[in-house]
């Protein structure tokens, strides 16, 4: 028997309408399968309901992948493709292995000689770094900076000193009930010309893109609490 095909499936950023971030004819591709593997089971049947699944919402399968899979329980989420079913893997938000789980599953799959085929739709990073204005020639995403606040410092001052030196953009997140304590880092540890974007709640209602120089964010800082962001940094 042929293996079925592992499709990686976008998520929206955040509440609002779908046909904004998902395009038809992956909405439409999404909803003739009944074979998930999701992060959260419960979120993944409110993204179904909207894409108006083919199969009973019921009698869908759905296998877990979050934080705390073991790399040797991967295996198993893979047997309804290595069966012949066609499956998704959906993603809370944005897109799958992206800052998001699903790289082991997907490199399993490869080894697998299972045919992955990535889906169109929302990346914050990639939507951020396209709003930005600084450098997408060369460019890396670090993911959560430390929380602590002096390894945070020393970071984000490393950061800045390999930004000049390699002429790229540094790509950072961060939990958003903690934004604000990053924003407040960046700019006091960062130089007054370096450059900073801020993205918030892409595609969303209340999306908001600013570029600045440390300088002029020291001026008036946005309240972040709460608000999902991407920070790029420049040096």
Not at 34 to 51: C, G, N
Not at 172 to 189: D, G, H, M
Request: charged share 20%; glycine share 8%; hydrophobic share 40%.
């Amino acid at each position: 028997m042929n293996a079925g095909i592992l499709y990686l499936i976008p998520a929206p950023l955040g509440p609002g309408d779908i046909a904004w971030a998902i395009p038809s004819p992956v909405r439409q591709c999404v909803a003739g399968l009944s074979h998930f593997i999701v992060e959260h089971p419960k979120t993944a049947r409110q993204y179904l309901k909207q894409v108006g699944c083919a199969s009973p919402i019921q009698k869908i399968s759905m296998g877990i992948l979050d934080e705390h899979t073991r790399p040797t329980e991967l295996e198993k989420l893979l047997a309804p493709v290595l069966s012949g079913h066609d499956t998704g893997v959906l993603s809370e938000a944005g897109c799958p292995a992206i800052a998001d789980p699903g790289t082991g599953l997907v490199r399993l799959a490869h080894q697998k000689n299972i045919r992955v085929v990535p889906l169109v739709g929302p990346s914050s990073i990639v939507l951020a770094l396209m709003a930005s204005g600084l450098t997408g020639q060369r460019f890396v995403f670090h993911g959560y900076l430390p929380v602590e606040s002096d390894r945070r410092t020393k970071k984000l001052v490393q950061l800045e000193k390999e930004s000049i030196a390699r002429d790229q953009t540094q790509i950072f997140i961060e939990t958003p009930y903690r934004n604000q304590k990053l924003l407040e880092s960046i700019v006091a540890a960062c130089s007054g010309g370096a450059v900073l974007c801020i993205a918030s709640n892409l595609t969303l209602a209340g999306e908001f893109i600013s570029t600045r120089t440390i300088k002029e964010w020291k001026h008036e800082l946005p309240s972040l609490n709460n608000q999902p962001t991407v920070f790029l940094l420049r040096g």
